[in-house]
DNA sequence: AGCAATTTAATTGTATACAATACACTGGAA
DNA sequence: TTCCAGTGTATTGTATACAATTAAATTGCT
């Protein structure tokens, strides 16, 4: 029993990563619910209070997200009062994303929100910097081997 | 500089997590692309595959989701041919998921089809373990902070 | 037996994700 | 100038997720 299957150890890590995703996301809605804010939500916000205004596009590549989902997303935030969505004049294909005043307002009592929540996780700066690198590593394997063929559009069908 | 904001690191690791995952979820569509399987379809035959037949709830217990997702999720699964929703005799109130032959019949080839794609990934069995490790951490983390109150349904409200 | 509390699935509504397509627009080539 | 390739956004269709509610059935209690 030294061996390991490392397809069931493979699993294990997707899975964790998964679930794990899932419940920071859980986290961060708990954490912005006195905001009404999702976590995705709250990452465009972040990116927007970062740097606005921002093309759909734009702010996509930071998100790594692209226009199927941030449209609707982005129309929820204009709802709910938080950006407002603007067609270019210089092009008019592109939607620059402006903040609101209330957005701007707003934005220091979200920081306080999320730094008071995350202190109760509680972890090391060296946890997060150690998951952080093999994180890196992982995420650059999956990229490398996903622009290979193998597991691309013309693999071996099963009918 | 040397003080780092403990709130955006925590962020970038999040982020980091929600990045890796949807990464995973798309190396696995690939991988599985030749069967038509989706991640969270696999992950429950692999369950399945493991002890069949279970109930909803048995299921959604392994894979921490419940039947608003389970439901329309095994629906595709019996009309895709994998499994089959048989009403229990003893207990009506419950759904037992069965395997189809095919889905036996197939579990080796799907297997070996994630077994050859993982080694692609080229990932050594400490780094899955350290990662792992870390990841139960963090996810402890997430599940005692979010059974404190100060995260959940009666916190203060800001209109 | 009779009924309240609990359990279990399914349903409904909202919010992501992403592939594929449609469509408008721009800039440049002919 | 007209045409076209490329770009940026929106739309459509499919698949998760999960909270909240509903509905049906069982269990436990009297």
Redesign the pocket.
């Known amino acids: 029993m030294a061996d390991v299957n490392p397809v069931l150890l493979d699993e294990q890590l997707c899975f964790s990563i998964?679930s794990a995703s899932?419940k920071f996301?859980?986290f961060y809605q708990s954490a912005l619910a006195p905001f009404g804010l999702?976590?995705?939500?709250y990452i465009a916000m972040l990116v927007l209070w970062e740097k606005a205004p921002l093309?759909?596009?734009?702010l996509?590549e930071r998100l790594?997200?692209?226009?199927?989902?941030?449209?609707?997303?982005?129309?929820?935030?204009e709802k709910q009062g938080w950006v407002t969505?603007v067609?270019?004049q210089?092009?008019?294909?592109?939607?620059?994303i402006h903040l609101t005043e209330m957005a701007t307002t707003k934005r220091d009592e979200v920081y306080s929100r999320i730094g008071q929540c995350q202190t109760l996780l509680d972890m090391s700066s060296e946890e997060i910097d150690s998951m952080m690198t093999e994180l890196v590593t992982v995420k650059h394997q999956l990229d490398t081997v996903s622009n290979e063929r193998l597991i691309t559009?013309e693999v071996d069908k099963v009918n």
């Open positions: 998964y899932k996301n859980h999702t976590y995705p939500q093309t759909v596009h734009q996509g790594e997200l692209d226009s199927g989902t941030l449209t609707p997303l982005l129309k929820r935030l969505r067609r270019s210089i092009d008019e294909r592109q939607v620059l559009k």
